[in-house]
């Protein structure tokens, strides 16, 4: 029917528009937010472009979500201001007619969406802890700025490195200050280097001298090595065991009903109801006087897109917190809003109806 193909062509070009808009935004948002990350510390340098890549699928079911939501409004409302509204209804054309088109428009999307919050969200998550962790067990000398004094990871060690190879893990002319316990210790030597035994990790430095002193008797060693062996903090292939609700396969929380599980699951079944559920308030808030300018109803719906967003957000963490069930905030945000948009939409379309009605009996001879 050209109805439903003329609307689905003007949805998709606009979602299209939309979605590209969308994601430039938010890839720029997240690239500056990454750099300062890097900057600070937190991230590798050389991670930064594959992290913005996981924050782009982890962001994509909530921007596809809006984007399919303001194409909606968007195209709507320019069929209303067009005055292409009016002829279709003066066709007998009513506005819950326009479901339809909208949802055979759609529903790709709204696949893509379940799949992303129940498949891929928990996976980006899980691949950025492991990112995140691996460059925070990192070993002590990679650390190390060349020429800078700097503190380990557990803040026992100061390290200095005047680098001059491009293999983090060997360093020239080491300087080591250790604190442990009561003992004080300065190590020095020409050079050192990472070396593994198993899944531990060790310093091996070489040709230098160690000075202990104990604060307390304020003894003073002095001994000379060709060798020395010292464990580093840390594990080579650690395992991440510790995961957050976030980086849990889907299957696992509904394995462990916890609080958290459950909060974490109603959010992701949430990104989805909610999409579809914004798609049927789209068609009623898209409606608008063409003699009055202005944007209004796009501004009502970015307003309503943001608090059903953070009700969702709100639900999981009052499921995590105990402060309601799983099912029941579910069907009391989800639920009401599908019913509110249901009722939007009969009362618009049953207004719609009863103004053409009026108008045909006043034509009438």
């Known amino acids: 029917m050209l109805f439903d193909s003329s609307l689905r062509k003007d949805l998709a070009r606009s979602f299209g528009a939309t979605l590209v808009v969308m994601l430039t935004i938010v890839l720029t948002i997240m690239l500056i937010r990454t750099l300062g990350q890097a900057a600070g510390g937190k991230v590798s340098p050389q991670d930064v472009v594959l992290l913005l890549g996981f924050t782009a699928l982890a962001f994509l079911p909530t921007i596809l979500s809006l984007s399919l939501f303001i194409a909606t409004v968007a195209t709507l409302t320019r069929m209303y201001r067009d005055s292409e509204m009016t002829i279709w209804f003066a066709s007998g054309v009513g506005l819950s007619r326009f479901v339809r088109p909208v949802l055979r428009m759609a529903w790709p999307v709204l696949l893509v969406v379940l799949l992303l919050a129940m498949f891929v969200w928990p996976w980006v998550n899980q691949r950025q802890v492991e990112l995140i962790s691996r460059y925070e067990r990192r070993s002590d000398l990679s650390r190390v700025t060349a020429g800078e ?217």
């Open 149 to 365: 004094f700097q503190s380990s990871a557990d803040g026992r060690r100061v390290f200095f490195i005047d680098r001059d190879t491009d293999d983090a893990r060997v360093g020239r002319n080491v300087f080591v200050l250790t604190h442990q316990g009561d003992t004080e210790a300065v190590t020095s030597a020409r050079a050192g280097h990472i070396e593994f035994d198993g899944d531990d990790r060790f310093i091996l430095l070489e040709r230098g001298q160690r000075n202990e002193e104990n604060l307390k008797s304020h003894e003073k060693t002095l001994a000379r090595f060709d060798s020395y062996r010292a464990l580093v903090d840390e594990k080579v292939s650690a395992n991440i065991t510790n995961l957050p609700p976030t980086a849990r396969t889907t299957l696992e929380l509904l394995r462990e009903p916890t609080r958290a599980y459950q909060g974490e699951l109603a959010w992701r079944i949430g990104l989805v109801l909610g999409a579809a559920n914004l798609l049927l308030l789209a068609i009623t808030l898209a409606a608008s006087n063409p003699r009055r300018a202005g944007s209004w109803n796009l501004l009502l719906a970015l307003l309503a897109f943001v608090v059903y967003y953070n009700l969702i957000n709100l639900s999981q963490a009052w499921i995590a917190s105990g402060k309601a069930g799983m099912g029941g905030m579910l069907v009391a945000i989800h639920g009401s809003a599908f019913i509110l948009a249901l009722a939007a939409l009969w009362w618009r379309d049953h207004a719609t109806t009863s103004r053409r009605f009026s108008l045909r009996r006043s034509t009438s001879p």
